[in-house]
């Protein structure tokens, strides 16, 4: 069996917790709304995003040097998507009382939620259709 490339295990884990982040909110239901605004996005920003906001960066920019150090071909295209992560680091860590009142709209709009639900689970399967075919 053929060794998965940085790539394709970026791509896997991206979609791994697209799904995966789904099904919890399906098999929660109003449970993970309640988790979202009272525990992960509370209205006092807690301490641990801080971490999470670093990570996050750290994952970008190790994902640019990996498209500059490796020969994959394509891998500026899974690199530019991750990088559209940093909007979301940016809100969480610099205007979370805008990101919060966000969440709160989309949690409170079931049809947000679905057009939302619905683009990160195509965003998903794009994700597991680049790391076989694309990085394969």
């Known amino acids: 069996m053929k060794q998965l490339n940085y790539f394709q295990i970026l791509c ?5 917790l697209g ?8 098999v929660m239901g109003n449970r993970w ?3 979202e605004l009272n525990s992960a996005y509370r209205e006092e920003k807690p301490k641990w995003l801080y971490a999470v906001g670093v990570l996050g960066l750290a994952l970008i920019a ?6 500059f150090s490796f020969e ?7 690199a530019a998507l ?4 940093a909007i979301k680091i940016y809100m969480v860590l610099f205007r979370y009382s805008q990101f919060r009142e966000f969440v709160v709209r989309i949690l409170n709009d079931r049809r947000r939620m679905r057009q939302l639900n619905v683009a990160v689970l195509i ?3 794009l994700c597991i259709a680049m790391a076989f075919f694309l990085y394969n």
């Open 62 to 67: 190790y994902t640019w040097y990996a498209v």
């Open 82 to 85: 991750v990088s559209v992560t």
């Open 33 to 35: 709304k309640e988790w």
């Open 19 to 26: 799904i995966g982040s789904r099904v919890l909110m399906a």
């Open 12 to 16: 896997l884990f991206w979609a791994a």
């Open 72 to 78: 994959i071909a394509y891998s500026w295209i899974i």
């Open 123 to 125: 965003y998903s399967a």
